[in-house]
């Protein structure tokens, strides 16, 4: 009797079905769903910045005297309020991470630190190489609306004077850094990496370069943006990253710096119209920066291309994922909200048409 209850049962458990594991794709879709809106929501408040200062910039200008300095802090803190503080506390609420928790986790002691900031010359070289590819392509289109979305950016990284370069110093090399770190890394690649270390990469660049807002820095930033993604996942922690972003920005802070001094200015002025100018420290200074740029984009050129040469060594780990790549790319670009924020990207980057609407809607001024 035993023996046919021990069969009987040897029999139910081979004829149980094996369980199976849910499905990856509803749970991508509402994450794609919601970093669109999170997109759209960061061009909502570059709208409303670019209103508040068709506002206040002809009130004040016509009321009260403010210096260059001033003006850069009031334009630095419109821009941590909505194009960080706005667009990252919206990106926490969707993505639904419970950041208090996670905290110590990217942010930790990042693993591999020494050998991960000997590619920063790497990186530099890679991203340079594309601003400059960039500013080639601009001057084909030069004197075009095109050609002006290429080149509108050096207007705003052009200080009038010290003050206002050491505010755009902070705000390169201190403030962008940790904001746009914890949103693009440690934010959207940490929701998106369970659908591939990869995808989570290469989504978070663009996005990277998306909310630069501009031609002149999407390829740059969408290049460095994939160079610190891979960073982020083979050390595991923010600090790298910070730190080499700050790296990355202050080179380009110091030659703003440098050149907001009168005398840098003058000597620069006078050699390109081919005058004689006195050499004075900074000038010296100056000049030294810009070898050390030019030695360090070569280095890294060079350091790129044998890096290249030896990529499957340095290939992030697969996340196996039921999701084929292709898949996933046409899941993620199909959704509406990502479609929205891919028209308002293109708009900003070249003509403004939503943004000029608005400003005209809120001024009353439709000529």
């Known amino acids: 009797m035993s023996e046919e209850i021990i069969e009987i049962n040897v029999q139910t458990v081979d004829q149980e079905p094996p369980a199976e594991a849910p499905s990856l794709v509803p749970g991508f879709k509402s994450i794609c769903v919601r970093i669109g809106i999170m997109m759209i929501i960061v061009f909502a408040a570059r709208i409303v910045v670019n209103v508040i200062g068709a506002l206040i910039v002809p009130h004040l200008s016509g009321t009260i005297l403010i210096s260059p300095t001033v003006a850069y802090l009031i334009d ?6 909505f194009l960080y503080i706005i667009p990252i506390t919206a990106a926490i609420f969707l993505l639904k991470r419970p950041m208090k928790d996670r905290l110590g986790e990217i942010y930790a002691k990042p693993k591999y630190f020494g050998r991960a900031m000997a590619m920063f010359p790497a990186g530099y070289g890679v991203a340079i190489t594309c601003n400059l590819l960039t500013q080639l392509l601009g001057l084909l289109f030069k004197d075009t609306p095109l050609g002006n979305s290429f080149t509108g950016v050096q207007e705003t990284l052009t200080a009038p004077d010290m003050g206002s370069a050491v505010v755009l110093f902070i705000q390169l090399t201190v ?18 990496r369970p659908y591939g270390n990869g995808f989570a990469i290469f989504v978070s660049a663009l996005l990277f370069g998306i909310i630069h807002a501009n031609f002149a820095q999407f390829f740059y930033a969408t290049a460095l943006g994939i160079f610190l993604g891979y960073i982020y996942v083979s050390t595991r922690s923010l600090v790298t990253t910070t730190i080499m972003h700050a790296m990355f920005n202050s080179i380009s802070g110091m030659l703003i710096l440098l050149s907001s001094v009168p005398s840098v200015g003058e000597y620069l002025l006078s050699s390109m119209s081919g005058e004689a100018a006195e050499v004075t420290p900074a000038v010296v200074l100056y000049m030294v920066w810009m070898g050390f740029i030019v030695l360090l984009l070569a280095v890294g050129i060079i350091m790129a291309i044998y890096k290249f040469t030896k990529i499957k060594k340095y290939r992030v780990p697969k996340v ?23 028209i308002l990207a293109i708009d900003t980057f070249a003509t403004q048409e939503v943004s000029k609407f608005f400003i005209k809607l809120v001024t009353g001024n439709w000529d």
């Open 76 to 81: 630095a803190a419109l821009s941590v309020v």
């Open 175 to 192: 403030l962008a850094p940790l904001f746009e770190e914890f949103w693009c890394r440690g934010l959207i690649i940490e929701a998106l």
């Open 320 to 342: 196996q994922t039921e999701i084929s790549t292709g898949r996933r790319w046409g899941i993620f670009l199909s959704r509406i909200s990502v479609i929205v924020m891919l």
